[in-house]
């Protein structure tokens, strides 16, 4: 059974930085689609960012390129999500989540993932 723990979560200005953290317990292998996704009070889940925790390939939203970057340890276990130049946008309930097999061009889809994290909460102020 897959574990994903998030941290890392707070309070920023506009224009700040937050690097999320997610550690994944578990695992048999290192093929999973590991992603972040986001809710916003009043709005849908969506998908941010994805990597490929077995090959290193990573997907994004259009709304966070350039800003955010996904990334893995060494070990393949915990996942990263470096956000910079926040926005008040960016505000939400962040989530790690796994799915066995490469992401492909359903990562974004949350009803595709197995295995979710209890989320860690984003605030960027004006």
């Known amino acids: 059974q897959v574990q994903l723990v998030e941290s890392g979560g707070g309070s920023v200005q506009t224009g700040g930085s937050l690097r999320l953290s997610c550690a994944a317990s578990?695992?048999?292998?290192?093929?999973?689609?590991m992603a972040w996704f986001r809710q916003a009070a009043g709005k849908e889940r969506e998908g941010v960012a994805a990597l490929f925790a077995g090959g290193g390939s990573t997907n994004y939203a259009d709304s966070v390129k350039g800003r955010f970057t996904i990334s893995r340890d060494s070990t393949k276990i915990t996942v990263y999500l470096q956000m910079n130049s926040l926005k008040p946008d960016d505000t939400a309930m962040y989530y790690c989540?796994?799915?066995?097999?490469?992401?492909?061009?359903?990562?974004?889809?949350?009803?595709?993932?197995?295995?979710w994290g209890q989320g860690t909460q984003v605030t960027v102020s004006s």
């Open positions: 989540a796994a799915q066995a097999g490469g992401c492909g061009g359903i990562w974004y889809q949350d009803d595709w993932y197995t295995y």
């Open positions: 578990g695992y048999r292998n290192s093929n999973y689609c």
